[in-house]
Each structure stands twice: as C-alpha cells, then as structure tokens.
DNA sequence: AGGATGATATCC
DNA sequence: GATATCATCCTC
C-alpha cells in the first residue's frame, strides 16, 4: 500500500477533494491500523474563504494550513471532537479538504458518518496534526477502484456563518453511501 | 431546541 | 483576563 505522494495534494483543491473520494485514509501505528474509504469531503479554497480556518490569517493555529501540501491539519472542535484535514495547494495559501465520512474498510469498530465521528473510530487526535501524510502515521493510499462515476455537490455543512461562501457547493459525496453523515 | 466541553480569536 | 464563537454529535 503505497502512499498518495506530496504531487497529488499541491493541485487545485476541488480537484483534489473530488479525486479524494473512494480513496484510502489510513492510520498505521504500533498499536492500531485502520482503513476507510472515504466517501464525503469538504473544499476549503484559502484565506479569501471565509469559511476556512486560514481566513483569520496566520495564528498558532492555522500554522499547518499555511504550510506545504500533503501534510494533516487536525484541530479539536466545540471542545468534544477532532476534524481531519490534507492540507493542499501551494505553501502558503491556506487550502485543505475536510475528510467529512469514510465507510469502514478494516480495523474500525465505530460509526464514521460525520468528521468527528470518524477522527474518533480511526483514533486520530492532535497528535498527528502536522505530520507528514507521506511517512506518517496517517495517510491516503490509492484503493485501484475507477473514479466515481457520479459525485453529488452541495453546500458545506456548519459555515452558515460565511456569508456567500456558505452556499457554494464545495462538498462532495459518493451519491447513494449509507455512511454519508448529511445525504 | 439545547447541552457538552475546551481551544481560539478578539476584545478589554 | 473575560467572553463569544465554533468546519459536531447526541438527546430530548
């Protein structure tokens, strides 16, 4: 099983969110090693979305957002769960797709419909934020599948708040997937 | 509709 | 140092 190399995530975010989909995120430690096929994302475009982390600048924080592509950013939401990105385009930029679903493929005994649900049953927290999604612990392999034929758009979910940015639809779905936490 | 629960950004 | 706000999920 070898690992998306660094090329795939310095590209154009929505294509690297749409091509995200029916790929393989792992995480491989001593202790666990688990696979999902994910099936829902979201594409978050930069500093100029106001829906993204990376729009209140360069803080603490967003330190992993801004930097090069292929690397985690997870950070810890309303205080009860974590959400996993890839951080892609350019250093700099700000760019990553939120890994929103993923459906069970090995190692996972709990659902995985929903961005902390999954960050729960795959055991990913902020100790892999900012690592390497080429050598670390987590990553995304290619499953051999053909690229979907058809993938649903739609708004992204919880950024009400974004203005005109709240309703471009920069959320992509495998239509039809039981695991998809908002069909 | 509302609570859990803590980091973060943004004020004083 | 205080406070408002979350890229969520669960229960009512």
């Known amino acids: 099983m070898t690992r998306l190399p660094r090329s795939f995530y310095n590209r154009d975010t929505v294509t690297v969110a749409r091509e995200l989909l029916g790929k393989l995120l792992v995480h491989e ?27 209140k600048g360069l803080t603490p924080r967003t330190r992993i957002l801004f930097g090069p592509p292929g690397y985690a950013y997870v ?60 050598t670390g612990p987590v990553g995304v392999v290619d ?12 708004p992204r979910i919880g950024v009400e708040y974004a ?4 309703r471009r639809l920069l959320r992509f779905y495998l239509p039809g997937n039981p695991h998809v936490s908002r069909p």
């Open 29 to 55: 430690t001593d202790s666990l090693n688990c696979v999902g096929r994910i099936v829902e994302v979201e594409a978050y475009l930069g500093s100029h979305d106001r829906a993204a982390h990376s729009s």
């Open 75 to 134: 950070y810890r939401i309303y205080g009860i769960h974590h959400c996993m990105n890839v951080v892609t385009e350019p250093e700099c930029i700000g760019a990553a797709v939120l890994i929103r679903a993923v459906e069970p493929v090995a190692g996972i005994l709990r659902r995985t419909c929903g961005p902390g649900l999954l960050c729960a049953a795959m055991g990913i927290d902020l100790r892999v934020n900012g690592c390497d999604l080429e």
């Open 143 to 154: 499953s051999g599948e053909p690229a979907p034929p058809r993938v649903v758009r739609r």
């Open 163 to 166: 203005g005109s940015w709240a």
